[in-house]
DNA sequence: CGAGCAACCTGCATGC
DNA sequence: TGCATGCAGGTTGCTC
């Protein structure tokens, strides 16, 4: 499920919870996620000064060092009253002094939960992060000299975490159909105005998903982990075979670099070298 | 160095 | 109804 925008709705549905509260103590019923899980006592006690996010990685920053959570591709974490009795897939709970308590659910255990007394950004995790895709160090400028001697397509490209953070497979393929450049394209062959487009869409697409998420977070306790824009439009995403909404072409879907990829053959016609002819 | 692919898991939709 | 198959929103780490 967790794209950027809802590992971002849901740093924000967890945040008023844990900021300023202190942690009474950590369940773990299931270490067994993407790597093994390891959490020290000293935890339990501590108190929390701030919950961020680098890439898809929630930090919980506290007094003692911080937790770095991943959700992979099925986790979440919610606001649950601490009697609530632990469902299947229910692998770690934090409870919160004052009665709140924070519950980690992972189906598949591609997630993680590391902690480090280090500055966090020194964790081996997210040291060697490419820029976030919301900040100012994010541009087409970025992106086209990140991608001068890269042969991969234009879509592996900007799923690439070494390069740019935060843009999954969803996200790639609507912000390639808005800027109009197959998907396939060599990374290279991208012209610098087509960057320049694409990362416009890439700021666009996650931003507004997140401002759509965002208004579901009244329901974050309750909420059955739905964000709001998982019910956006899509233009592209699982739309293979159906009608282009710019051009009325029809959609291909096909396996591009092992992820499954959506776009439109006739609209979405090139790497972006005319268009840069044309302004 | 870059590129391609296997691997880690469970749940769900589909088809026989 | 039961069972086999294929696919899923992520990321690392291996091989070539």
């Given amino acids: 499920m967790p794209e950027l925008p809802e590992v971002e709705t849901t740093r924000r549905g967890i945040a008023p919870f844990l900021e300023r509260r202190s942690i009474e103590r950590l369940v773990v019923r299931e270490s067994r996620l993407r790597w093994p899980v390891d ?35 099925s986790g979440s974490l919610r606001i649950v009253s601490p009697d609530e009795p632990h469902k299947v897939h229910d692998h770690i709970d934090i409870h919160i002094k004052g009665g709140t308590l924070i519950r980690y659910n992972d189906p598949r255990r591609f997630g993680s939960f590391h902690f480090t007394a280090d500055p966090v950004l020194n964790h081996w995790l997210l040291a060697n992060l490419g820029v976030e895709p919301l900040g100012n160090a994010f541009s087409g400028e970025h992106l086209f000299r990140c991608s001068r001697k890269r042969r991969s397509s234009v879509k592996a490209f900007i799923m690439d975490g070494r390069i740019v953070v935060g843009v999954g497979n969803i996200y790639a393929a609507e912000a390639l159909f ?18 320049a487009e694409l990362a416009q869409a890439i700021r666009g697409v996650l931003g507004n998903a997140i401002q759509v998420g965002g208004t579901t977070l009244r329901d974050f306790v309750n909420s059955d982990g739905q964000p709001g824009y998982f019910k956006q439009s899509l233009n592209v995403y699982g739309r293979a075979g159906e009608r282009c909404k710019r051009c009325d072409g029809v959609l291909r879907g096909q396996v591009l670099a092992q992820r499954s990829t959506v776009f439109c053959p006739k609209c979405q016609l090139t790497s972006g070298w005319e268009r840069s002819y044309l302004g």
Avoid: N, W
């Fill in 39 to 73: 959490l020290p006592e000293s935890l339990a006690g501590c108190r929390v000064q701030s919950v961020g996010r680098r890439a898809k990685y929630i930090i919980i920053e506290t007094t003692v060092g911080a937790l770095i959570i991943h959700l992979g591709m």
């Fill in 178 to 195: 808005l800027a109009r450049i197959r998907p396939t394209t060599a990374a290279h062959r991208v012209s610098r105005f087509a960057y």
